[in-house]
T-cell receptor, first 113, second 113 residues
Framework: GAGVSQSPSNKVTEKGKDVELRCDPISGHTALYWYRQRLGQGLEFLIYFQGNSAPDKSGLPSDRFSAERTGESVSTLTIQRTQQEDSAVYLC???????????FGSGTRLTVV | LAKTTQPISMDSYEGQEVNITCSHNNIATNDYITWYQQFPSQGPRFIIQGYKTKVTNEVASLFIPADRKSSTLSLPRVSLSDTAVYYCLVGDPPSGGYQKVTFGTGTKLQVIP
């Protein structure tokens, strides 16, 4: 597609439920990144993919968070047993070798009630 | 990873030139400097990237001194629509490798009529 697409754009979930957030990167972009942004805060790195592999998972806040990427395309960020502290905007970005910078999606706003 | 320091906020009147400086004392030889702009409810958007000296595009200019320990983003004749958060980012660009990159808290620019 023309840009990075994230779905859903908004998600309200009850505490304790699992959620899946989806990212469709720009076609051909080999790198994919997930960030978290709490209200009024900067972007917190979560994980990045090089192809389908995730060389660095150190940013994931806890073992309730996991992510995968298939076909060097779509990525899913899963949060199990959500907590209120997980409420934030989750942003996905992609890039390609030789590119200048990252292209971000508009994010998924997650609210845990 | 090189740590960056930016002013938390700045105010400017419409039509004025705005300069936002970022300090990055421990920048590495391979690191580039990239600036992003973020509007509310949107993901960050690439503005400009440079390695040394001066870079200019249709949106902004980026000034980087010889020691590269700081950089200045210059926005000519700002308008109300330039009100946003501006992030300075230091690291290998996507073209150089798949590196974990962390955004700081950015500089919130408020343009006043």
């Amino acid at each position: 597609g023309a840009g990075v697409s994230q779905s859903p754009s908004n998600k309200v979930t009850e505490k304790g439920k699992d959620v899946e957030l989806r990212c469709d990167p720009i076609s051909g972009h080999t790198a994919l990144y997930w960030y978290r942004q709490r209200l009024g805060q900067g972007l917190e790195f979560l994980i990045y993919f090089q192809g389908n592999s995730a060389p660095d998972k150190s940013g994931l806040p806890s073992d309730r968070f996991s992510a995968e990427r298939t076909g060097e395309s779509v990525s899913t960020l899963t949060i199990q047993r959500t907590q209120q502290e997980d409420s934030a905007v989750y942003l996905c970005a992609s890039s390609f070798l030789g590119g200048e910078g990252y292209t971000f999606g508009s994010g998924t706003r997650l609210t845990v009630v | 990873l090189a740590k960056t320091t930016q002013p938390i906020s700045m105010d400017s009147y419409e039509g004025q030139e705005v300069n936002i400086t970022c300090s990055h004392n421990n920048i590495a030889t391979n690191d580039y400097i990239t600036w992003y702009q973020q509007f509310p409810s949107q993901g960050p958007r690439f503005i400009i990237q440079g390695y040394k000296t001066k870079v200019t595009n249709e949106v902004a200019s980026l000034f980087i001194p010889a020691d590269r320990k700081s950089s200045t983003l210059s926005l000519p004749r700002v308008s109300l629509s330039d009100t946003a958060v501006y992030y300075c980012l230091v690291g290998d660009p996507p073209s150089g490798g798949y590196q974990k990159v962390t955004f700081g808290t950015g500089t919130k620019l408020q343009v006043i009529p």
